[in-house]
């Protein structure tokens, strides 16, 4: 793995970091790269091609395995990259997996149906797990077998550490050492893990967030992504820190701050654990629109104030059809991961996803995803704005109705509709 590291310094109203850049590994920017509604003159029975590459990682299709279930050990790694899963990002792993000690019932389930009747479709999830609780060594070898049977698929590291510099640099050492292609960090655990001043508790403070990034980035030869809580006023803010202290990606979201609901025989909370609860992550199709907001809010961030780097944005939340991918990508996400929704249909999903995927990308003539990353992004505006642009609609509608301005303006085939244009009611 080539580690090109050059000092760059960086500039802002961050405090400069000698961050190291991993030039050769960037992602393609979609500020140059995005062309919108183009037509291609080619061969119209082509696939469109899903492959995509990001800070330097060649994936065949932008579908990533989200951190959790789905990325635990060896065995289930190696079924989603059999399936064709575009990469995989293993369940977080820290130094010491004796401090992590979960509980059972640790996920609860949100049906369509009124009472959640056991037939309605499942919408939410919310889950109290913590993170990896196999012990590193045993993950970093299986990360190390992976690796050397499929060199040429995308496997990324997802850690977590306390605030502790020394701890941090141990825990990237170790895991580089497997030959993984990048990290992810998780900023972003909302439950447990804030306890000991982890995930959520780091990226919901911007000051501890720049300091840990600085650390990290400095350590890092890989790429290194880092993945944002929701459970915050404003997204923009932990992310925009987050690039400017060097990571080359962000990730959103990581699960929203949630209470499934309360027994109403027993007045308990679910899921209950010998009685007692505490709030989780929620997660699966509710949040996807929450998703939605958060990545297009990040999105617009990255293309105002850093259109001329090449971060990556990979997102999170819902997915579970090539529809929710392709509105992801629109917004300028690279990637896209998927969770619960592997929980619940298994890795095959991949499949489906990538033929609807390239159902959508048929219909408009798209054959790349760079042919319509960020394509909607520029439709999204201010309230105020929105005002302005409907009272200039009625405007112009109403301005019509006056009826012609002159008698040249008579059309042969409108001739009845400019009549009507020009009769008082
Ligand atoms: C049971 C469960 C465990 C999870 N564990 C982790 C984890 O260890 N690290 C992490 O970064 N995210 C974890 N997540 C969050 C997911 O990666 C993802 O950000 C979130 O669930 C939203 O995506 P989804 O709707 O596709 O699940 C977990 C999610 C679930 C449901």
Redesign the pocket.
């Known amino acids: 793995m080539e580690a090109a590291r050059l000092t760059r310094p960086i500039t802002g109203s961050v405090a400069e970091f000698p961050v190291t850049w991993r030039r050769q590994r960037r992602s393609i920017g979609f500020s140059k790269h995005r062309v919108g509604f183009r037509v291609f003159a080619q061969d119209s029975a082509a696939e469109p091609d899903l492959s995509v590459t990001v800070n330097g990682l060649k994936m065949p299709n932008p579908f990533v395995i ?4 789905p990325g635990t050990n060896y065995t289930v790694m190696k079924r989603a990259f059999d399936e064709g899963w575009g990469a995989v990002i293993a ?2 792993v820290s130094l010491d997996a004796a401090k992590v000690i979960n509980v059972t019932p640790r ?1 609860a389930k949100l049906r369509a149906e009124p009472n959640g009747s056991a037939k309605g479709q499942i919408i939410g ?1 919310e ?1 109290i ?1 913590l ?2 609780d196999r012990p590193l060594e045993t993950m970093l070898k299986e990360f190390k077998q992976l690796k050397e049977e499929y060199p040429d698929r995308i496997l990324i590291a ?1 850690i977590m550490e306390e605030y502790n510099k020394a701890a941090w640099e141990e825990l990237i050492d170790r895991v580089e050492q497997t030959g993984i292609d990048a990290i ?1 960090i ?1 900023f ?2 909302p439950h447990g893990m804030p306890e000991r001043k982890m995930g959520a508790a780091v990226g919901q403070d911007c000051m501890l967030l720049e300091e840990v990034c600085g650390w990290i980035n400095a350590k890092a030869t890989v790429p290194v992504w880092a ?1 944002m809580t929701p459970n915050i006023t404003d997204i923009t803010q932990p992310a925009r820190v987050s690039l400017r202290s060097g990571c080359e990606g962000v990730s959103a ?3 929203i701050m949630s209470v499934m609901g309360i027994n109403l025989d027993t007045l308990r909370p679910e899921p209950c654990v010998e009685g007692y609860s505490t709030p989780g ?1 929620y ?2 199709k509710a ?1 996807h629109p929450i998703a939605l907001a958060k990545v297009m809010n990040i999105a617009q961030m990255i293309k105002k104030e850093f259109a001329d780097k090449e971060h990556s944005l990979s997102a ?4 579970e059809t090539g529809s929710d991918a392709a509105e992801f990508i629109l917004l300028g996400a690279d990637t896209v ?5 592997v ?1 619940m249909h298994g890795y095959g999903l991949v499949k489906k996803l990538c033929s609807e995927l390239q159902d959508f990308m048929r219909k408009h003539n798209f054959s790349s995803i760079q042919d319509f990353r960020g394509a909607s992004l520029e439709y999204f505006t201010t309230h105020m704005d929105l005002v302005k642009r409907q009272r200039e609609a009625i405007r112009e509608r109403k301005a019509v109705k006056k009826g012609l301005q002159s008698d040249k303006d008579w059309t042969g085939d409108g001739f009845v509709k400019e009549t009507e244009s020009m009769v008082s009611n």
């Open positions: 989200g951190s959790g279930p369940k977080t996920y999830w889950n797990e993170i990896s997802s992810e998780n972003s655990c993945k979201i990581n699960t992550g997660s699966s949040v999170i939340g819902g997915v991961q998927v969770c619960t929704g929980m």
